[in-house]
Nanobody, 124 residues
Framework: QVQLVESGGGLVQAGGSLKLSCAGS????????MGWFRQTPGNEREFLAA????????YYASSLEGRFTIARDNAKNTVSLQMLSLKPEDTAVYYC?????????????????WGQGTQVTVSS
């Protein structure tokens, strides 16, 4: 199985940017579709973006309005999420996840492996 570790979270002012990274170990991430989700207290995990194993297909939540970009570097076994024009409502714990099934899911329940999460806080 694969282990995932997120990094790059932190405190940023509204309008700023952050780039999250997810590093995989144990197995090549190229065999997995990867997704980014976020969660706030009392709420379910919210889908943000997903990318196919080859990187040829990407999917985004429409609510992001094009502010986030998912990418992967299979040679480095990493997946990233570039976040621009951050808003206070983007404050959450951000998770990367890996799916070894068919397709590139946009629903949390289809993902098999999860990282521990990284906190992103956007101040107004």
């Amino acid at each position: 199985q694969v282990q995932l570790v997120e990094s790059g979270g932190g405190l940023v002012q509204a309008g700023g940017s952050l780039k999250l990274s997810c590093a995989g170990s144990g197995r090549p991430l190229s065999t997995y579709s990867m997704g980014w989700f976020r969660q706030t207290p009392g709420n379910e995990r919210e889908f943000l973006a997903a990318i196919s194993g080859s990187g040829g297909r990407t999917y985004y939540a429409s609510s992001l309005e094009g502010r986030f970009t998912i990418a992967r570097d299979n040679a480095k076994n990493t997946v990233s999420l570039q976040m621009l024009s951050l808003k206070p409502e983007d404050t959450a714990v951000y998770y990367c996840a890996a799916d070894n099934g068919i397709g590139t899911p946009t629903t949390a329940r289809y993902y098999d492996y999860w990282g521990q999460g990284t906190q992103v806080t956007v101040s107004s």
